[in-house]
C-alpha cells in the first residue's frame, strides 16, 4: 500500500529535510507540499492524503488551528492521519489529546520518522480491515440504535466525535494561567526566591535543571524545561535549544555560527554562550529583525 502524504512547514529547509527522511521508504509518495496553514487545509480538499505532517507553529493559521479547520470539514471530507512536527516537547500531550497520529521533533532523527511511519500504516491498516469509520481517528465506532431497537448508522456517533475533539481544540485555546512572579532555587544549602526578570537562562542537564542569574547559579526543583516553563512568562522566556531557555532580555549578543546557525551570548557573570537549534532560527529572527 502506498501512502500518500502531505508536508506543511513553513521552513523550505524543514519541507526538504523531512521529505528526503519519508522516501528513504519505498512505500510513500509525496504529494504535495505547503507553506502555510491555509494552504494545508486546501491541500488537504485536494489531494485527500493519507497523512499530513504538519508544523505546529505557522503563520496565521497554527496547526491546531488547521486540525480545527479540517474537523469542521469532516463531515464532508475524510479526516487524514495527522502527524505535528514541533521543536517543543510540549506540544506533544497536546498532539495526542488532539488525536494526532504521532509527533516529530525538530531537527528530525530518521529512526522516529521511520517510526512514525510504522503507526501511520496500522493506522491506515485498521481503516482497510473496517475497524475505523474515518480515516484520521483509531476510535472504533459501534453502530448505535434508536427507540425502536433499529440499528441505525455510526454517522452520528462519528458527529458526536469531531464535535468533541472541536470543543477540546478551543478549551486548549483558553487564556494561559499566570505565572509566579518569583521562582525558587537551590543554592548550596539556601532556597533563594529569585525574580524572573534577573534569570538569564535555565539548561538541563542528566535529568538537573540549572538557572543562572547576572550574579549567581543555582538548581531548581522542577523536573523538566517543560515544568518550569509552566511557571515562567512567556513573554520574557523562549526556548531556544532543546536542552536550554533564555531569557529575551538578558541576551547580549548574537553570535553567527556555521551554516547559517546561531548562538546567544548570555549576560550572566559568565557570559554563556548557548546553541539555537535550527528549528528556532526563524524565531530568533522575528525577535531581533535579522
Known sequence: MTIRAVIVDD???????????LLKSDDVEI?????NGVEAVELVRAHQPDVVFLDVQMPGLDGFAVLKKLLEKGRKLPLPNIVFATAFDRYAVRAFEVNAVDYLLKPFDERRVRQTLDRVRSRLAEVVAGSSSTAGLSTKL???????????????AVDDRLDALVRLLEQQQAPVK?????????????????EQR????????????????????????????EELLELLDP???????????VNIHRIQEVVPWFKSSYQ????????????VSRGQTKRLRELFNL
Open 264 to 275: 546567544l551570548r548570555m549576560d550572566d557573570r559568565r557570559h554563556t554562550e548557548i546553541p
Open 198 to 225: 534577573d534569570i538569564c537562562f535555565a539548561s538541563i542537564e542528566e535529568g538537573t535543571i540549572s538557572v543562572a542569574t547576572h550574579s549567581i547559579e543555582g538548581h531548581s526543583n522542577c523536573r523538566t524545561l
Open 235 to 245: 513573554n520574557l522566556f523562549w526556548r531556544a535549544h532543546r536542552s536550554f531557555v
Open 11 to 21: 521552513e523550505q529547509l524543514a519541507r526538504q529535510e523531512l521529505e528526503y527522511l
Open 142 to 156: 459501534p453502530p448505535s440504535k434508536d427507540a425502536s431497537n433499529e440499528t441505525v448508522p455510526a454517522a452520528n
Open 31 to 35: 504529494v504535495a507540499q505547503g507553506s
Open 178 to 194: 499566570s505565572t509566579a512572579a518569583k521562582v525558587v532555587l537551590r543554592v548550596g544549602g539556601r532556597l533563594l526566591l529569585v
